[in-house]
């Protein structure tokens, strides 16, 4: 991952090649599985790749899948939640035992 991010710091690197940098790290971020963690990574890669040049083709293509991927952000969120209530409620019932 840092091959990607590491030259983003250099002003050598045009914008063009900076969103394309960004939207590497995006798709190999969401290659190395889904997760709540590697979902923020991945909506803040392609955020900062949109916000580099908004009105650049790729831009519009960072914000399709931000879209498609803050609703899977929703959903791993969503069990995340649950399970820690079951895993509540079930260490509750066993300290109630």
Same mark, same amino acid.
């Given at each position: 991952? $840092?091959?990607?991010?590491? +030259?983003?710091? !250099?002003?050598?690197?045009?914008? =063009?090649? *900076?969103?394309?940098?960004?939207?590497?790290? &995006?798709?190999?971020? /969401? @290659?190395? /599985?889904?997760?709540?963690? @590697?979902?923020? *990574?991945?909506? /803040?890669?392609? @955020?900062?790749? *949109?916000?580099?040049? +908004?009105?650049? +083709?790729?831009?519009?293509?960072?914000?399709?899948?931000? $879209?498609?991927?803050?609703?899977?952000? &929703? /959903?791993? =969120?969503?069990?995340?939640?649950?399970?820690? &209530?079951?895993? !509540?409620?079930?260490? &509750?019932?066993?300290?109630? $035992?």
């Amino acid at each position: 991952m $840092e091959a990607y991010l590491e +030259p983003l710091k !250099s002003n050598f690197l045009s914008v =063009e090649e *900076k969103q394309r940098s960004y939207f590497a790290a &995006a798709y190999i971020t /969401g @290659n190395n /599985g889904q997760s709540v963690e @590697n979902s923020k *990574k991945i909506i /803040g890669y392609l @955020n900062a790749a *949109k916000d580099l040049d +908004p009105d650049s +083709p790729l831009a519009e293509r960072c914000r399709l899948l931000l $879209e498609r991927q803050e609703r899977i952000l &929703a /959903g791993q =969120e969503e069990t995340a939640a649950k399970k820690a &209530a079951e895993d !509540s409620e079930t260490a &509750a019932e066993g300290a109630a $035992e």
